[in-house]
């Protein structure tokens, strides 16, 4: 299951800080994770028997790919992913990667999916962007629903902030072929707060002055 945040959400949630910011791709989803994930019990495996998180490890592609899609936002970043890997990416399952070093293997592929399937895309081909305004829940499933080829397995969360509701994440799950499937059943019924006649708010990334 690929997990993308909306950054814009996110920081009205949380105060980001410039550190994490200036380097995140201001229009796109923010990776969150790529999760492992059983039918029967989507939240687990977790916490897997691993080698410890080395940034060395990562290629100097994967790292810079990590600043731009993968930011903390409003904590470090590396710290982040140093926990999703603890968590999540030590139960990946890697049967199709030969690669002698998972943690490249696992962090370069979570990248790999987030671009293969770009939601920012998907919403863009609609006209769907970062705004103030609100839009319809309907507009912005359709266009992910078209991104994705007819799939409609996928699930949307939001958030509601001071009597407005706001999009926060895409949650998108995928067979080992990395092909979409429906996601489960328990993760379906988290897409609470969207739907309906409510206007949704996908507001754009407070970016700092400095980076604008």
């Not at 080698?51 to 470090?76: C, V």
């Not at 007819?150 to 001071?162: A, D, K, M």
Request: glycine share 6%; hydrophobic share 35%; charged share 20%.
């Amino acid at each position: 299951m690929c997990i993308r945040d909306r950054p814009g959400t996110v920081c009205l949630m949380s105060t980001c800080k410039t550190e994490f910011l200036s380097k995140k791709d201001p229009f796109s989803f923010n990776i969150h994770g790529l999760w492992p994930c059983r039918i029967s019990n989507p939240y687990t495996p977790q916490f897997c028997p691993a080698q410890p998180f080395k940034r060395e490890l990562l290629t100097s592609k994967t790292q810079t790919d990590i600043e731009r899609q993968w930011s903390g936002l409003y904590s470090s970043t590396w710290r982040f992913v140093k926990q999703e890997w603890r968590k999540h990416g030590s139960c990946w399952h890697r049967s199709k990667d030969s690669s002698s070093n998972v943690i490249e293997a696992y962090f370069s592929k979570a990248v790999q999916v987030a671009v293969a399937f770009n939601v920012t895309a998907m919403l863009e081909a609609k006209n769907i962007k970062p705004r103030n305004d609100p839009y319809n829940y309907s507009g912005i499933a359709e266009a992910i629903k078209q991104g994705l080829g007819g799939h409609t397995g996928f699930v949307l969360r939001c958030e509601p902030i001071n009597g407005r509701i706001y999009l926060l994440e895409l949650r998108l799950c995928f067979g080992l072929d990395y092909t979409p499937i429906d996601c489960p059943a328990d993760i379906m019924l988290e897409a609470v707060g969207c739907a309906g006649s409510k206007p949704i708010y996908f507001v754009p990334v407070p970016m700092p002055k400095s980076v604008q």
